[in-house]
């Protein structure tokens, strides 16, 4: 590969850049803060454009690239130091949990272009799904209604609903029981 023939034309932000630059400081200053609750974080993301279901839990230290670009259901819950980098749409269903250090990448760069051409596409996290701590999504993956990923775990391809995951790549190693 070549970086000093990477570009990124053709990708769409969203938004203009002083609106980013603002989204930063403002997220630098609220979001990763100590100030107990929540309320203030899920005003700031809708303030930016997010979608936030009623009575979401947002932890400090979470991370929102884009927060235009994010839409969380109703009753779920953002673990401390969630890192939703969501260079595409991200689409998190309702009573879902991403535990503390979780990953969403919706980007990635193709290895077989001397450009390395950027490539985004958006993540889906179902309904009652569990995204436990320490786990990584990767960018197209659809995370099925009340999967389980698990600790540490990479999931590069759907998961299945009502299946446990575990680790890199993330293979499903038991049905979960459910009554929803």
Not at 83 to 103: F, M, R
Request: contains cysteine; positive net charge; aromatic residues 12%.
């Amino acid at each position: 590969m070549r970086l000093d023939r990477y570009n990124s034309k053709g990708f769409d932000r969203g938004r203009a850049v002083w609106i980013e630059i603002i989204w930063l400081i403002l997220q630098w200053l609220f979001m990763s803060s100590w100030i107990p609750g929540s309320t203030h974080r899920a005003f700031l993301l809708r303030l930016f454009g997010a979608k936030i279901g009623k009575a979401v839990t947002i932890k400090p230290g979470v991370i929102v690239k884009f927060p235009w670009r994010l839409q969380i259901g109703d009753f779920s819950w953002i673990g401390e130091n969630v890192w939703i980098d969501n260079l595409a749409n991200v689409t998190i269903g309702c009573h879902c949990c991403l535990s503390q250090g979780t990953y969403l990448c919706t980007g990635s760069h193709d290895w077989n272009s001397e450009t390395f051409d950027l490539i985004v596409k958006p993540i889906t996290v179902e309904d009652h799904a569990w995204l436990t701590a320490g786990s990584t999504v990767a960018p197209g993956v659809i995370v099925g209604e009340g999967a389980v990923l698990g600790l540490g775990s990479v999931a590069t391809k759907e998961l299945k609903a009502w299946w446990i995951y575990q680790g890199c790549p993330a293979l499903a190693v038991k049905e979960r029981l459910h009554d929803c």
